[in-house]
């Protein structure tokens, strides 16, 4: 795939209290409620790691009890030799330590601190996911403002035109050189334009509202600062650590430690257990201690383990189907920003020719209406053309921008 040459985006602020595109991406990755939650999720999966990690060691637990019998017992086992002079109460209460680790799990506990470090890398790059589109739908947003902006700057510069030319009919009608009719239809045309403006104003409110969500605020007291755009380096197309096809890899990764976890039930436990503590009772006190060493191992459960391993299995071959399909996926969508980006590149030169031409015509036109061999219509629909000539352009020159911005999310990219 061939490297491209794309217009980079280059902040040149108006004031200092205006909100640049970065600055705004900047504020959104700060205060995102998703991307909170995300940090809060990889600081807990960093914690699981730990956790199952410290499992290994086993664990200390302090013992104690009071027992009421009906008869008298001793405070420990009776053992060789037997004396007449063995403590017994009928009130005893104890009180010591114990210790339990597993020794051999099947290497069970081995696949789980495995697995716990690929969830934690699988949350590290849907963060970068979530990152990377949050991203884009701010600077996209930010794009459509500013697009929005420009357009009604020249709905305006219209609107302007057509109230000069009204006065100017008004001072013909009176003369008796234009027909009251062209005055109906330039009022006609002024309402359907203040029509026009006042639907953008609701959807430039709407954006802010919207942009105003992703940086986590109740809304946007900043300037939205102007962008130029800029020849810059190239931006090339290859996407390199995508982390969506990270993901899909990361969950093969589990489903192949998963499938190694189940198995391990085949194989016996192992673990040692130790006790020390006291036994107190008749005003007197026992030391006792213990060390042991237990196995189990399950022989049959009417295969149940078998199911168990063979529905893992099955999400194995789905997570490596799976890795195809998001590479293809990425692949699709690559090719679809590159193409965006062409077809925006075009749409710009056709654009700049179509307002060169407008504008000419829209010359002509007030020559000949002035002259008396024009039309009001043919003004009218001249200046009409020259004015969506015109926003055509300003959409073209932003929807450029956005495709730019759209590859950078594609590739998984937020900077």
């Not at 730990?50 to 001793?74: A, C, M, Q």
């Not at 190694?260 to 026992?286: A, H, Q």
């Amino acid at each position: 795939m061939k490297t491209i040459t794309a217009i980079a985006i280059l902040l040149i602020p108006l004031n200092s209290y205006g909100l640049t595109i970065e600055k705004a991406v900047e504020l959104a990755l700060k205060n995102n409620p998703d991307i909170k939650s995300l940090n809060s999720k990889l600081r807990t999966s960093k914690l699981t790691v730990k956790e199952k990690k410290r499992n290994r060691f086993g664990k200390f637990i302090l013992n104690g009890g009071y027992t009421h019998y009906n008869i008298p017992r001793t405070l420990s086992p009776i053992v060789p030799p037997i004396t007449p002079s063995v403590v017994t109460d009928k009130d005893i209460s104890n009180l010591g330590v114990s210790y339990t680790v597993t020794l051999f799990s099947g290497f069970s506990q081995r696949e789980e601190v495995k697995i716990a470090r690929i969830d934690n890398k699988l949350t590290g790059q849907y963060t970068s996911l979530t990152k990377a589109q949050i991203a884009y739908n701010v600077r996209s947003i930010f794009l459509k403002i500013l697009s929005m902006k420009e357009n009604r700057e020249a709905v305006l510069s219209y609107m302007k035109a057509l109230k000069t030319l009204k006065k100017d009919i008004d001072t013909g009608i009176q003369v008796g050189k234009r027909p009251e009719i062209d005055q109906l239809k330039v009022e006609a045309e002024i309402e359907k334009t203040k029509s026009e403006l006042q639907t953008i104003n609701g959807n430039l409110k709407i954006l802010k509202s919207t942009l105003a969500f992703l940086l986590g605020k109740e809304k946007l007291d900043e300037n939205i600062e102007k962008i130029e755009p800029q020849n810059n380096n190239p931006i090339s197309p290859e996407s390199n650590n995508n982390p969506r096809i990270e993901i899909a890899k990361l969950n093969l990764k589990k489903s192949e430690k998963t499938v190694k976890k189940i198995k391990s039930t085949y194989l016996p436990s192992i673990k040692l257990s130790g006790y020390y503590g006291n036994n107190f009772g008749g005003g007197e006190r026992e030391t006792l201690w213990q060390v042991g060493v237990s196995f189990n191992w399950l022989l049959f459960d009417f295969g149940s383990r078998k199911l168990k391993v063979e529905k893992a299995e099955e999400g194995l071959i789905i997570s490596r189907l799976n890795i195809e399909k998001t590479k293809l996926s990425v692949a699709k969508d690559l090719k679809e920003a590159l193409t965006n980006i062409e077809t925006a590149k075009e749409t710009i030169k056709s654009a700049e020719k179509e307002k060169q031409l407008t504008e000419k015509v829209k010359k002509i036109e007030k020559v000949r209406y002035s002259t008396g061999t024009g039309t009001i219509y043919d003004l009218l629909t001249a200046e009409a053309k020259a004015v969506t000539a015109q926003t055509k352009l300003i959409t073209a020159k932003y929807s450029l921008l956005d495709s730019i911005y759209y590859l950078k999310y594609v590739k998984g990219e937020v900077k």
